[in-house]
């Protein structure tokens, strides 16, 4: 896989660039409409002071964390706390600045992840299920990849001489931290033991190799370039990077034989003979051990599939470090850097809780990336850090009857007035919270795991719940049409930012936006 070299009209901004690099990005990505269009729009947005460019840049992602998701968590946390609910606000939505965003892929009304999230790393729209590649790609053709690869912010964040890091709640290889590394013409390519052999014939490389090997493969796609690679990994999906072979299990291993690959390939031992001043670890115990405060590198991975949910986090087998715990670390390291950091934190069981139909684990997970995102702004200096927060998309679940103030968003619908379920057509009580589609109705009382729900066929229409504790944390609420798994949704989802270049948060936005607002806010390329 190699970038397009040819007829690319920006260039570096960083001191000491050599005139080679003038070059920086493929022509399918900067003369692409999307990155052009939303290029223009941020230069002619005018501030109202003169901004002060970002030594640090943050940007959160709440996988499947729309609108709805939002306003039952905020509700949801208060409630927690002992308050009606309705009053509070998480963590973010103080932040100064907000923006709406339209989530469409090229291809697809209602997004997924790897689109979207290549959308905001790299500036242009682009198809469904595909990675670090503009819309001309052909989904699982290895060799349409080549000459459709794009830049993604964290790459150039590297060649500028940033520390970079990822952190997730999902496998390290799926889509949305994947984008920030890999191209891929399949977002299930996380290993090679997911590639067809005729994409493996051809050379092309999966997507936990991609990140073990990405200081190499970016040195080999630009001339006169020396980068030092990603300091901070952090996320679950280690059975992407281990043997299929049961001597290689970790100390947490719930499979018989944890790792996936097929080629034999040991890639946390790669990774460790390439950096000498690397830890990799793979628990709480193991993080808290670290010196952050000295230490230059680190790869964590926590889980061999992804991370447990919050609500299950204390049922792991060897104890997994929170969202909260991993985002404050991950600063700690990059901070060590005087040239700055570009950090991605992605709160990804938010979306699987929501696919699961559990929305007391989407709401859950939602608080605790408030919680992040809090610590971010505790752990970093307001004048030098752009702090973002969005989702990739939204989720069917939606917030309805007419339930009084106070009255558990988890909860039957109470009317004002009442104190007693109101009753729908069919004389049987309703929740406030159900969803359009999906797997449907579970009273799985305690269970903390919401992929429970999945072992189930799918329920359709109404139950009586009369009886039924919905605010139980291992309920799953009712749906209309039934699924294998709940679905995105296509509305709008919110940006929030705060620091240097929050201002350029505002309106209603593409969400290719995203890239040019964090290089506006620190300046990686001329646009």
């Known amino acids: 896989m190699h970038f397009k070299k040819t007829a690319v009209a920006v260039a570096l901004v ?6 080679a690099m003038a070059e920086l990005l493929p022509t399918v990505q900067s003369q692409n409409p999307w990155f052009t269009a939303d ?3 941020i230069k002619a947005k005018q501030a109202i002071t003169t901004p002060k460019t970002a030594k640090n840049i943050i940007l959160f992602v709440g996988d499947g964390m729309g609108v709805s998701t939002l306003t039952a968590s905020r509700i949801y946390q208060g409630q927690l706390a002992g308050n009606p609910g309705e009053e509070g606000l998480l963590s973010f939505e103080s932040f100064p600045y907000t923006a709406m965003v339209k989530t469409y892929n090229v291809d697809s009304q209602t997004p997924d992840s790897a689109g979207t999230m290549t959308a905001m790393m790299s500036g242009l729209k682009t198809d469904v299920g595909v990675i670090g590649v503009d ?12 000459g459709n690869d794009v830049a993604s912010y964290l790459e150039l964040a590297e060649i500028a001489g940033m520390a970079t890091g990822v952190v997730s709640t999902a496998r390290i290889t799926h889509a949305t931290p994947a984008a920030t590394y890999a191209k891929s013409a399949d977002r299930n390519w996380e290993d090679d033991g997911d590639m067809p052999d ?7 490389e999966d997507i936990a190799s991609q990140l073990v090997n990405f200081e190499k493969n970016l040195e080999a796609r630009y001339s006169d370039i020396d980068v030092d690679g990603i300091e901070v990994v952090m996320g679950g999906g280690r059975r992407s990077f281990l043997p299929k072979d049961a001597a290689y299990n970790s100390n947490d291993a719930v499979s018989a034989v944890e790792g996936d690959r097929t080629d034999g390939r040991d890639l946390t031992a790669e990774w460790q003979a390439q950096y ?6 793979t628990d709480s115990a193991g993080l808290n051990a670290l010196d952050l405060s000295a230490e230059t590198r680190v790869m964590a991975l926590f889980n061999e599939s992804h991370m447990q949910y919050e609500a299950d986090r204390g049922n792991d087998v060897a104890g997994e470090p929170s969202l909260t715990e991993m985002t404050t670390a991950a600063i700690k390291v990059l901070e060590n850097d005087e040239d700055g950091f570009f950090l991605m934190v992605e709160s990804g069981r938010i979306d699987h809780a929501h696919h699961a139909g559990n929305a007391a684990g989407a709401l859950t997970e939602t608080i605790e990336l408030s919680d992040a995102v809090a610590a971010a702004v505790a752990n970093t200096n307001p004048d030098e850090t752009l702090i973002l927060v969005t989702a990739d998309h939204s989720h069917v679940m939606t917030i309805g009857g007419y339930p009084k103030r106070g009255n558990p968003i988890l909860g039957k619908v109470v009317s004002v007035g009442s104190d007693t379920p109101a009753l729908a057509a069919d004389d049987l009580p309703y929740t406030t919270l159900t969803y359009n589609n999906g797997l449907g109705y579970r009273n799985l009382v305690d269970e903390t795991d919401s992929d429970a729900s999945y072992a189930e066929a799918a329920v359709s229409g109404r139950v009586d719940l009369t009886a039924v504790d919905t605010t139980n944390i291992g309920y799953h609420q009712e749906t209309l049409v039934p699924l294998s798994s709940e679905t995105h949704a296509g509305e709008d989802i919110t940006l929030h930012a705060t620091g240097p270049g929050s201002q350029y948060v505002n309106g209603v936005v593409e969400q290719s936006r995203i890239f040019h607002i964090m290089n506006k806010a620190r300046r990686l390329i001329a646009e």
């Open 135 to 146: 819309a001309d790609i052909q989904r699982g053709d290895c060799s349409t990849v080549a």
């Open 198 to 204: 005729e994409a493996k014939t051809a050379g092309c």
């Open 276 to 281: 000498s001043d690397g830890k990799y670890i």
């Open 39 to 41: 290029s223009a729009s």
């Open 14 to 19: 960083c001191s000491g660039c050599s005139s």
